[in-house]
């Protein structure tokens, strides 16, 4: 089913709505959650770093789907991590098992897993709730015979909670925090600089907050390797209709506001533009 | 299982059931064709069209409140000479009324979109967005004036070849008279109601949620106020009325269609669920079989006697 996935083109425009997905389990630590959805066909239509809009009610209030990678993969059913961060994120955490969701997916466009090389290497950096598409990512490198390693930071250790599902399928993880709790005390940017010194990668993936995603541009150029980093923004619909979603892009030599939800969230480091602070 | 009939008749076009996707919420349509066949809508209005292509807002340009939905998009767009080259040619062949939503930062201009698109076939009616509160500053726009109003129809309808939809603003206290001064002014018909002018702050950090700061509410918060506005231009014009604010079902299309509307717009809710639209044909169709309606269209200005 893993080859399905890969020998598909990876910016394939199938998309569908799922009504009734069950709810196959949960996993919770504090303001983390992990559900299980099944739903096959999207399952089976799923490349890393595309996302789901899911609808978390049935009334009006609240209004939007909200966005969530797809997290992970396995037979019929894909995972969502999130945190509970305001209205639409703590609905979704009292879902409970057997409980169906409304998805649409798998939408945008995701981490292109072409890399040079005859042992590539590829350095996954996750901050906080941005770990989520990089677990799906790592189990599809691994099938292409990349070798993944981990960069996971969070405030403290409690931002941690997936830690152990890396090690457990054996990636070598690299942890911080910002007090200090766990792992490197500091950012995860620095962390990477430091061990890419002995463990040089040949491509950078991240998905995290903006601070982090522009530090990890500046180093690919520092370093010279190439970056796909993963963006977020308030999306209206997923799909292309609203506008909403937009950042600045350079995309054919012209800047502009382009939509993330439709050429991204995933872009190479080069492409995007920071806007001062 | 026999069809009930659903189409309706504006006098200037057919439409095979009163539901047509709002502007500004469809895309350029070919977004949606991914989740259902176009053909089954009774129409739609593509994304407002200048006459060259604009940037936009910068983000954050949504944020939701309420049942509601407030966005500052600006507008972006690829302009009308692109569209015209690049997306009318895939919804020529379409059997469902292609209607294009036409702006201008100036009388002029909304008359020189329309020019350029007479020049192009498979285009059912104009809808003349002289309501966007997004684009000037505190929201300002000829939708608010019953002269601007009558000014900009009045030129475009002497200077293009189809039949126009004026769109209008409800952030007035005169949209009785702007309606009036649009249909005096040979607008077909009338559609309403553009996005109210509205604002959300994080208290927080005492910021305003959108980069525009200013921004236009849609969604099932409006219903009410909507209506209401329908209701009242109804009764006071002759030309077709096209409702909208906050539709999300059928039973919210029969309620506008009762205020006096001919047919109706649904926006916001083609976010929510793409499929929207034909869900609620399908229940209008059920619900006209139900109660025995022949033909829906009958059901407009019906409202009785409490
Ligand atoms: C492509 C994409 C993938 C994402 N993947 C994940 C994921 O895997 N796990 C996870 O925990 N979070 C993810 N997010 C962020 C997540 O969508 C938001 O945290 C969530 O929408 C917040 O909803 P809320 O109702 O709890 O918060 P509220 O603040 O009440 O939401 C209000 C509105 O703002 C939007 N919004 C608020 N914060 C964000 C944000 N950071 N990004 C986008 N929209 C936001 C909401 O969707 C909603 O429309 C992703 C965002 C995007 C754009
Ligand atoms: C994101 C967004 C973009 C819109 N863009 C346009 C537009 O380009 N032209 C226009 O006339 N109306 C535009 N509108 C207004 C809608 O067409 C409609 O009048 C309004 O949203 C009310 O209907 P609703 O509550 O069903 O969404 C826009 C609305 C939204 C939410
Ligand atoms: S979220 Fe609507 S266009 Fe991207």
């Known amino acids: 089913m893993y080859s399905a996935i890969l020998f598909r083109t990876i910016f394939g425009k199938t998309m569908r709505k799922d009504p009734q997905a069950r709810i196959l389990h949960k996993q919770n630590w504090g303001d983390y959650f992990i559900l299980a959805l099944e739903s096959p066909r999207i399952t089976s239509e799923a490349h890393p770093g595309q996302f789901l809009m899911v609808r978390v009610g049935e009334t009006s209030f609240p209004l939007l789907r909200r966005p969530f990678s797809i997290h992970a993969v396995q037979d019929n059913a894909l995972e969502i991590f999130f945190q509970t961060t305001g209205l639409g994120t703590r609905q979704l955490s009292l879902k409970q098992e057997g409980d169906r969701l409304d998805i649409l997916g798998p939408l945008g466009r995701g981490f292109n897993l072409d890399i040079e090389g005859s042992t590539p290497k590829a350095a996954l950096v996750g901050g906080g709730r941005g770990i989520a598409p990089l677990y799906f990512l790592s189990e599809s490198l691994r099938l292409q015979g990349v070798s993944a390693t981990i960069y996971y930071g969070g405030r403290t250790v409690e931002d941690l909670p997936l830690r152990k599902k890396f090690l457990a399928a054996g990636y070598p993880l690299h942890c911080s925090t910002e007090d200090g709790s766990y792992g490197f005390k500091g950012l995860i940017t620095d962390h990477l600089i430091q061990d890419l010194k002995q463990n040089p990668a040949d491509r950078i993936y991240a998905c995290g907050p903006d601070g982090m995603l522009k530090r990890l541009a500046e180093i690919s150029q520092e370093y010279s390797i190439p970056a796909e980093l993963s963006l977020e923004a308030i999306m209206g619909c997923g799909f292309g209709a609203c506008w909403g979603c937009v950042h600045r892009l350079k995309k054919d030599q012209e800047i502009g506001w382009q939509k993330i939800c439709e050429d991204g969230p995933v872009f190479p480091a080069e492409m995007i533009i920071w806007e001062k602070e | ?306």
């Not at chain 2, 569209?83 to 469902?96: G, R």
């Not at chain 2, 001064?181 to 553009?194: P, Q, R, T, Y």
């Open chain 2, 1 to 306: 299982m026999t069809h009930s009939d659903l189409s309706i008749d504006l006098g200037f076009c057919r439409l095979k059931n009163p539901v047509i996707a709002a502007s500004g919420t469809f895309g350029y349509g070919t977004e949606f064709s991914r989740f259902f066949d176009l053909n089954r809508l009774g129409g739609f209005v593509v994304k407002g069209l200048y006459s060259t292509p604009r940037p936009g807002n910068p983000p954050p340009r949504l944020v939701e409140t309420a049942s509601g939905l407030i966005n500052a998009i600006g507008l972006q767009g690829i302009g009308v000479k692109r569209f015209c080259q690049e997306i009318l040619p895939q919804l020529q062949d379409l059997d469902t009324a292609v209607i294009i939503n036409v702006c201008g930062s100036h009388e002029e201009e909304y008359a020189a979109v329309a020019e350029h698109l007479d020049g192009f076939e498979g285009i059912a009616a104009y809808e003349l967005n002289v309501s966007c509160p997004n684009v000037s500053t505190g929201g300002s726009c000829p939708a608010l004036d019953p002269e601007a109003t009558h000014r900009i129809v009045s030129l475009v309808k002497k200077s293009c070849r189809r039949p126009l939809i004026t769109k209008l603003s409800p952030n007035t206290g005169k949209i009785i008279e702007v309606a009036k001064s649009a249909e005096e002014a040979g607008s077909d018909a009338i559609s309403l109601v553009n996005t109210f002018l509205a604002m959300a702050i994080d208290a927080k950090t005492r910021r305003p949620k959108l980069a525009n700061v200013l921004g236009g509410l849609s969604g099932p918060a409006i219903k009410p106020i909507a209506l209401r506005m329908v209701y009242q231009v109804a009764q006071e014009i002759r030309i077709p009325v096209i409702g909208m604010g906050g539709i999300t079902t059928s039973e919210d299309v029969l309620e506008y269609m009762i205020a006096g509307a001919s047919a109706v717009e649904v926006g916001t809710a083609n976010f929510v669920d793409p499929e929207a639209i034909p869900l609620i044909i399908d229940e209008l169709d059920v619900y006209c079989q139900t109660h025995n309606i022949e033909r829906l269209a009958s059901l407009t200005g019906t409202l009785a006697p409490l």
